[in-house]
C-alpha cells in the first residue's frame, strides 16, 4: 500500500476539481457594453472570448447612460467598457482571475473595477495584470481593494 497517500492525493484532488468545476468551466455568460470604434474594449472582449466566455457585445455611443442605468453612478469606479454577469457587474479591463475568484466566493457587492484605462491590463497590452488595483464596490459605491497586481 505504498501508493495510498498519492491515492488519497488524487481522490481529494477529483473532489476539489467536482467542487470548483462550475466556476472554472467554459461558457460563462457575460454581456459586454462598449463603444463600436474602442480597440481596448474590443481586445478585453476578445481576452474573455478566448478563455471560455460567452460574449454577447453591445455597442453604444451612450456609455455614461450605460452605466448609471446598471447601477455604476460613482465615476471615480468607471472605465471605457461595463459587463453584466448574473447579479453581478464588471467595469473596465479586469482580469479572468478576479473574475472567477468573484463567482467562486460569490460577495455580497454590486461587482468589480479596474478603473480608468490601466496600461498593463488585459486589453490594454498585458495579459498578465501588472500595476494597479482591481476594486470591489457596493451598492452604495463603497469601493474597497480586491486584489492588487
Known amino acids: 500500500m505504498q501508493n495510498r497517500p498519492f491515492f488519497k492525493f488524487y481522490i481529494s484532488l477529483v ?76 467595469e473596465g479591463h479586469v482580469p479572468i482571475s478576479d473574475i472567477r475568484r468573484l463567482l467562486a466566493e460569490k460577495p455580497d457587492i454590486l461587482g468589480l473595477s479596474a478603473p480608468g484605462m490601466p496600461a498593463m491590463s488585459p486589453g490594454m497590452g498585458s495579459i498578465e495584470p501588472k500595476g494597479y488595483d482591481v476594486l470591489q464596490f457596493d451598492q452604495l459605491q463603497k469601493s474597497s481593494i480586491f486584489t492588487s497586481y
Open 15 to 90: 473532489v476539489m476539481l467536482f467542487q470548483i468545476g462550475p466556476v472554472i468551466a467554459d461558457n460563462i455568460k457575460i454581456d459586454v457594453w462598449k463603444s463600436p470604434s474602442c480597440g481596448c474594449c474590443q481586445g478585453w472582449v476578445d481576452y474573455l472570448d478566448g478563455n471560455g466566455f460567452d460574449v454577447t457585445t453591445h455597442h453604444s455611443d451612450k456609455m455614461s447612460q450605460i452605466k448609471h442605468d446598471l447601477g455604476i453612478t460613482d465615476q471615480s469606479l468607471h472605465s471605457c467598457h461595463t459587463a453584466k454577469m448574473g447579479n453581478y457587474l464588471i
